[in-house]
């Protein structure tokens, strides 16, 4: 009897990454119609129609790819609670913090920090399979390269968003002393009997002067 042919590991990995890059594209178009529906519908929404959708695509998809259910009569109170905590609890969890990310800072910004589950999933791996773990140097390269990258991306954001605020301040100070009276400039004290900026007073004052002039001479 001929045994069916198995794919080779490169068809695999090449599977996995044309997979991998459709849920790529999936994920940002769910992640854009979360930031573009903010204002029609609001996160439980939005969370219970994810829940309604998953369930009509999924119970039936499970239950035509699967017959073999006896794995569930298996499964001891620590197996269901794994079930139930990883199926309603942390998928949940997960979906409500992205939602609210994406509705906060954009799916531009999310969508660079989603490159961290890489590290978490590896430190997963060493808590829940500590005979797992990477050892290929081009691997561990990449974690740290990641790591660095997204550290600095997000310093630099958070340094342009503090540079931003303080320039929004200093504006909101420049208009309000803008908006102040100013002090008006006091007039100079003026000798009795003269009227400031009067040219015809200055002259009849000169003139009397010199009417008493010649009068004192013909004394």
Same mark, same amino acid.
């Given at each position: 009897?001929?045994?069916?042919?198995?794919?080779?590991?490169?068809?695999?990995?090449?599977?996995?990454?044309?997979?991998?890059?459709?849920?790529?594209?999936?994920?940002?178009?769910?992640?854009?119609?979360?930031?573009?529906?903010?204002?029609?519908?609001?996160?439980?929404?939005?969370?219970?129609?994810?829940?309604?959708?998953?369930?009509?695509?999924?119970?039936?998809?499970?239950?035509?790819?699967?017959?073999?259910?006896?794995?569930?009569?298996?499964?001891?109170?620590?197996?269901?609670?794994?079930?139930?905590?990883?199926?309603?609890?942390?998928?949940?969890?997960?979906?409500?913090?992205?939602?609210?990310?994406?509705?906060?800072?954009?799916?531009?910004?999310?969508?660079?920090?989603?490159?961290?589950?890489?590290?978490?999933?590896?430190?997963?791996?060493?808590?829940?399979?500590?005979?797992?773990?990477?050892?290929?140097?081009?691997?561990?390269?990449?974690?740290?390269?990641?790591?660095?990258?997204?550290?600095?991306?997000?310093?630099?954001?958070?340094?342009?968003?503090?540079?931003?605020?303080?320039?929004?301040?200093?504006?909101?100070?420049?208009?309000?002393?803008?908006?102040?009276?100013?002090?008006?400039?006091?007039?100079?004290?003026?000798?009795?009997?003269?009227?400031?900026? @009067?040219?015809? @007073?200055?002259?009849?004052?000169?003139?009397?002067?010199?009417?008493?002039?010649?009068?004192?001479?013909?004394?």
């Amino acid at each position: 009897m001929q045994r069916p042919a198995t794919a080779t590991p490169i068809a695999r990995e090449a599977v996995g990454l044309v997979l991998a890059l459709v849920g790529t594209l999936f994920l940002a178009s769910y992640m854009l119609m979360v930031q573009a529906t903010s204002h029609l519908l609001n996160a439980e929404q939005v969370l219970w129609g994810n829940r309604a959708a998953a369930m009509l695509v999924l119970i039936p998809l499970g239950l035509g790819m699967s017959n073999d259910w006896a794995w569930l009569t298996s499964l001891d109170a620590y197996g269901v609670g794994v079930l139930l905590l990883g199926s309603a609890g942390v998928l949940t969890i997960a979906t409500i913090i992205t939602q609210t990310a994406i509705r906060n800072a954009g799916a531009n910004f999310v969508a660079i920090f989603i490159t961290l589950r890489l590290v978490g999933t590896i430190l997963g791996q060493l808590t829940l399979a500590p005979h797992e773990h990477l050892t290929a140097p081009l691997a561990i390269t990449g974690v740290v390269l990641i790591i660095v990258v997204i550290s600095g991306f997000f310093t630099f954001h958070v340094w342009l968003g503090y540079k931003a605020a303080a320039a929004a301040a200093a504006l909101v100070r420049e208009q309000e002393q803008g908006q102040q009276p100013q002090p008006q400039p006091q007039p100079a004290a003026v000798p009795a009997g003269k009227v400031p900026g @009067c040219a015809l @007073c200055a002259a009849e004052a000169r003139a009397a002067g010199l009417g008493k002039a010649g009068g004192a001479s013909d004394h």
